[in-house]
């Protein structure tokens, strides 16, 4: 089964309001990623968050980590038509291959 | 620069035919990996690379699936005797450290 998993699956809002997606985990971690895949090709890097962190900004971003839930949460504040997309978080598994763990992903639709 | 390249962008095949799939990952990344992606499903992992050598095939899903790496740049996947099950997006990354840059994928089609 996947590492990690996304939710909710979809999400639509309108344009300027905020997105949350959250993403669980099973094992421990050295650190966990958020991903976005437009039009079902590659996927850009957003932002990575260590297990020691908390909390990370990145311009319109937030990605928030509390491993004793193991959960992960990615704002997107003030969203914009561009920010249509899939979105998947990462893991790294601690003790593993240097490899990512995918979850299924949310898809975020931006109703202008 | 230049970022991670995948040819071809598209493929069909008729199904017991092998394809080679390949990818140009960024200059000095050590580390490259291949994932594949179903219909909007999430990303499989297939194989991943350290420099030359693959220390994780464990996504490989059957031996007709194999993959290489020469001079610590180029990977190649290869599947042999395709199946329509094996019709997805392929997609490589490589990778400095944690960050993983993607190419666009190739889509492959087995008829």
């Known amino acids: 089964s996947q590492q990690g998993e996304e939710d909710p699956q979809a999400l639509s809002i309108q344009e300027g309001e905020n997105a949350t997606m959250n993403c669980s985990y099973k094992?421990?971690?050295?650190?966990l990623q958020w991903y976005r895949q437009n039009s079902g090709r590659g996927l850009v890097h957003l932002i990575l968050?260590?297990?020691?962190?908390r909390e990370k900004h990145s311009g319109r971003l937030r990605v928030t980590l509390d491993t004793s839930k193991k959960s992960s949460s990615l704002l997107i504040t003030a969203s914009r038509a561009a920010d249509t997309a899939s979105y998947f978080c990462?893991?790294?598994?601690?003790?593993?291959?240097?490899?990512?763990?995918f979850g299924q992903g949310t898809r975020l639709t931006i109703n202008p | 620069g230049a970022g991670v390249s995948q040819s071809p962008s598209n493929k069909v095949t008729e199904k017991g035919k092998d394809v080679e799939l390949r990818c140009d990952p960024i200059?000095?990344?050590?580390?490259l990996y291949w994932y594949r992606q179903s219909l909007g499903q999430g990303l499989e992992f297939l194989i991943y690379?350290?420099?030359?050598?693959?220390?994780?095939k464990s996504g490989l899903p059957s031996d007709r699936f194999s993959a290489e790496r020469t001079g610590g740049s180029v990977s190649t996947l290869t599947i042999q005797r395709t199946q329509q099950e094996d019709s997805a997006v392929y997609l490589c990354?490589?990778?400095?450290?944690?960050?993983?840059?993607f190419g666009p994928g190739t889509r492959l089609t087995v008829t």
């Open positions: 990354a490589s990778s400095p450290n944690y960050e993983q840059y």
């Open positions: 094992t421990s971690i050295n650190n």
């Open positions: 968050i260590r297990s020691n962190e």
């Open positions: 990462a893991t790294d598994v601690r003790g593993g291959a240097q490899k990512l763990v």
């Open positions: 200059s000095g990344h050590t580390a």
């Open positions: 690379f350290q420099g030359n050598s693959a220390p994780d």
